[in-house]
Nanobody
């Protein structure tokens, strides 16, 4: 079965950094886009960053561009999210997810409804 396991969340102060990891199993890792999403209390789930099947193309939400970096290590079946210059508004549960179809376009990669496998999430809390 497809499984995604996030780790690396925690509580930090504004301006600090965290590195999240998502370990995937149960499918051919290089065949699907894997992305990071987040959801804060009272807000809709939103796309954060996506990485394509070969790890060469990435896509970021405007609110994290220049601060977050997504990467993919095929030898470890792992997708990372390096988060720098964290802000209180980054506080949320962060999820990694796998696209429902192997042919998903990167143009749609930050839409939650294009994903059907999700991890349990890892909490990120940023204090001012």
């Amino acid at each position: 079965q497809v499984q995604l396991q996030e780790s690396g969340g925690g509580s930090v102060q504004s301006g600090e950094s965290l590195r999240l990891a998502c370990v995937a199993s149960g499918y051919t890792f290089g065949s699907y886009i894997v992305s990071w999403f987040r959801q804060a209390p009272g807000k809709a789930r939103e796309g954060v960053a996506a990485i394509d099947r070969d790890g060469l193309a990435t896509k970021y939400a405007d609110f994290v561009t220049g601060r977050f970096t997504i990467s993919r290590d095929s030898s470890k079946n792992t997708v990372y999210l390096q988060m720098n210059s964290l802000k209180p508004e980054d506080t949320a549960m962060y999820y990694c997810a796998r696209a429902a179809e192997p042919y998903l376009s990167m143009f749609a990669a930050l839409f939650p409804n294009r994903y059907n496998y999700w991890g349990q999430g890892t909490q990120v809390t940023v204090s001012s």
